[in-house]
């Protein structure tokens, strides 16, 4: 099938060319760092992580997401959804890919990566996450591949595939679980000690995961011959609505404890983000823009008329796609490492070799997402 | 055949580059054993020779993972010599092979090998030879 | 389940006999491992210092100024290759900070003006139940039965979440290439390579060899190392007589640094 992606005109050529373009710089930056080290990031001793995990926390989210088109078709026999859900399931691929390619860029000894294989620890959350990250990989992979060839046949998928399917859904909730298990875990860093964490991660994945999913899908239906069933779009709109809302809610929660308590350590992380302390005041403007983001879009989301709008609708989701990004790309890590545990301020701001790998990284991730939707939407309508 | 004309060229092509080691040999200087150099004070390894050249890197592999993960440092051979299991300041003493570039390096370079043992293990100044 | 030659040596040099029935063992557990080459005893040198559980002492009422701390540090930075690497990237083992960075829970505005502005000693603590052994995905660092939380250098996969984990900032990430950052590279110790964490050791090597920590040699007798195993060690003795703080106990770390006030 993979054969299908190698036609197409001359838009589709050069939006492959226009990736590869960024895939070879961002690899070039990759070179410098790999040559350099990770020196040329703006990461340092207070702050040892920063944009790469932030991607990863934030990707591994959309590559959950997945499941909100899965579970309804699949255990509700919800039919809406049922050309869609592949989109869903290749979209968790290349999320996944991304998530697995932020680690790798990640470490100062990647030739040594192995040794999570080699030297397993169960101990440690990594360890797990690389186990839960693959694991979903290649569940996606199967159930994507095994979908689409039956349809190209015109037969009902495998009853083996049902077993598959069904274990996608759990493992789903327990990519982001484990991620969140990463930063929740650790004493002494109170941003992230919160039991509420890992639910918060779902729930604003499950919003921004769909809302990615609907925008591409907007895309997809300009430039390929696509129809969207209007009832899947609404019921996504809503799913994403509800899902919001208890993102939203989850913020409110954790305001509440912090600044009831008036726990130190739990509010300086909430206070340099959002008051900034003295002169650190870099992610501030960031913050309120994501309240603002958040608040319009539920206000738009919630509201009947312009959740039927498709204007509106799409604004929605850009802001919940943006909004998504500053609370968990960036504002997730920088707020647990600054202040450190004894309140010394030492501010991160990526490097230009940095934000270059990323999109790189990113680049990858949107040409395999390519292929994979280009096969797939040559496989649906030739069935047709 | 089908499309026999993309085929076949394309066979040659791989054919051709996954053999590219072999043809790309021919005509260059068959592989010769350096010359190593040893102007050691001591005339035994802490193993025998034979061994060592074959298994130098599993005793130093060995030696790496008692000392740091297991805290043992000693090491006594079957002659009944012990040895501090040491890269540095055992194999690399000015008795040994101080002069690693005549020693270590010269197997490596023609082999093409490139451990990564130094980027941590300090080299020690070759010890200047008195007259 | 193969037995690999390391655990058959450690195993050997545990029983101190790895003669002919040791071969012979070797050999029925796991044939061909040995080959023709096997040590007749591994273990530790005789004179090492064996201990149930180190820790340290640190009587900051000895450390008013910053030059006997400096001694200690320099002494610790020259012995272990600690580059000097200027800004936020920086590279140490043993360092001082001010009592309400080393003490967050003690914060008291109303502190005696001398302990406010005294450099305290900082290094790692050598927990008990350390985060950073936790989180490390590969092993690399381990806690050792006599307390000391080790870095396996060679292991490292440079991830960086034991620097995360880690609630004291006791770990330092090579981000760059640290030897041209080393003034005089002392040849009987290794440097670092780019792209690996590093820590202060307890001086494990030293232990090993019979000697004390480095920086408890140039304290001048304000650092005490010892063995809390031991009821007359002297650690033991004053931690029992004098009142000492850790850092942020209510962590449950059990840091393993004690300051005396």
Redesign the interface.
Known sequence: MLEKALQGNKAYWGWIATLLAFIGVGFGCYMYQLN????I?G????V??GLYIGQLTYMVGIAASAVMLVLPYYLHNYKAFGKLVIFGEFLAVSAVVVCLLF?IV?????Q??L??I??P?P?????WD?VVLNGYLFLNIIIGWSVLHAVKKGVPPANWLKFLIYLSIPWAVSIHTVTAF?YAG????YFWLDSLLAASFLASAFAAGPSLLLLILFVVRRVANLEIPKEAIQTMAKIITYAWTINVFMVGLKIFTIYYSQHPGKMLGFDYLYFGYEDYTQMVPWMWNFVFLALVALALLIHPGTRNNQTTLTIALVMVFVAGWIDKGLALVIG??VP?????Y?EYWPTIPEVFITIGVYAIGLLILTILYKVALSVQEEST | MYDGNKIIPGLIIFVGLVTFPFWSNIGRAAYERPELKLDAVETECVEPAEWMRAEHMRLLDDWRDLVVRDNMRLYVNQAGRSFDMSLTNTCLSSGCHANKAEFCDRCHATLAVSPSCWDCHVVPPTPIVEE | MALNRRSFLKAAGLTTLAGLGGHAAMELLAPGALDAAQPAKIGAFPEALIGKRWAMVIDSTKFTSMRLSQKCIDACHTAHNVPNIP?????KWLWT?SF???F?DQRNEFLPVDIKHQPFLVLCNHCDNP?C????????TFRREDGIVMMDMH???????C???C???AR??????PRPFIANINHRYTTR?????EKCTFCEDRLARGLMPVCVEASEGALIFGDLGNQDSKVRKILRERFSLRR?PS???EPHVFYLI
């Open positions: 350099q080290g990770l020196a990031t990461l340092s001793r207070d040892s992580w680690v990640d470490l100062g000894q990647p040594r990566l040794n999570v080699l030297h620890t101990s440690s959350v990594l360890f690389m990463l650790l004493p002494g860093r647990g490492f450190n545990p004894f309140k010394v030492t | 800004g936020k990237q920086e590279v900070d309400q960075r080393v967050p985060p052994v936790r989180v490390c995905p590969t092993g690399a292991r490292c996969i440079g991830c960086r979440y620097m995360v984990g609630p004291y900032g330092s990430f090579n981000f760059r290439d390579m780019m792209g690996v964490v942020y962590l449950g770390t």
